[in-house]
């Protein structure tokens, strides 16, 4: 199963210290209900793999408009996007915001490639495929 984020990409924020305990940083927790809805209204009714899944996460970022044509022709075609945010942080908010939706927990997630280049549009781009029988 694929399905698309629209939107820029964003790494999964720390829990923060406030007054009254820890707290879901609001740019973490609204970035995680996009997710959601976004695999929700794209595969309804959808009953969580149950089993071991691999995931595939590409982050496409936009070309910085101070690039000239051909550095910004030669982003394009390359995986090398060095930015933040880290990719285990993009990875760690796409599989916590599927926990109880597109499998049962984001610990059955046993094989995990994720990605992060330049592209036209900025975008996540999730393909889960659950492993085995």
């Given at each position: 199963m694929k399905f698309e984020i629209i939107g820029k990409p964003i790494g999964k924020g720390r829990p923060r210290l406030g007054k009254y305990g820890t707290y879901t940083p609001t740019k973490t927790a609204n970035y995680e209900t996009l997710v959601k809805w976004t695999f929700a209204n794209e595969f309804k009714n959808f009953k969580p793999i149950e089993g071991a899944v691999k995931a595939k996460i590409t982050a496409v970022f936009t070309v910085p408009k101070s690039y000239s044509k051909k550095k910004r022709a030669e982003a394009l075609t390359r995986i090398d996007y060095t930015h933040k945010p880290d990719f285990d942080n993009i990875?760690?908010?796409?599989?916590?915001?599927?926990?109880?939706?597109?499998?049962?927990?984001?610990?059955?997630?046993?094989?995990?490639?994720?990605?992060?280049?330049?592209?036209?549009?900025?975008?996540?781009?999730?393909?889960?495929?659950?492993?085995?029988?």
């Amino acid at each position: 199963m694929k399905f698309e984020i629209i939107g820029k990409p964003i790494g999964k924020g720390r829990p923060r210290l406030g007054k009254y305990g820890t707290y879901t940083p609001t740019k973490t927790a609204n970035y995680e209900t996009l997710v959601k809805w976004t695999f929700a209204n794209e595969f309804k009714n959808f009953k969580p793999i149950e089993g071991a899944v691999k995931a595939k996460i590409t982050a496409v970022f936009t070309v910085p408009k101070s690039y000239s044509k051909k550095k910004r022709a030669e982003a394009l075609t390359r995986i090398d996007y060095t930015h933040k945010p880290d990719f285990d942080n993009i990875a760690k908010i796409i599989l916590d915001s599927l926990n109880g939706l597109a499998y049962i927990d984001d610990s059955q997630v046993s094989c995990l490639l994720v990605f992060k280049n330049y592209g036209e549009q900025e975008k996540v781009i999730v393909e889960l495929e659950k492993i085995g029988g």
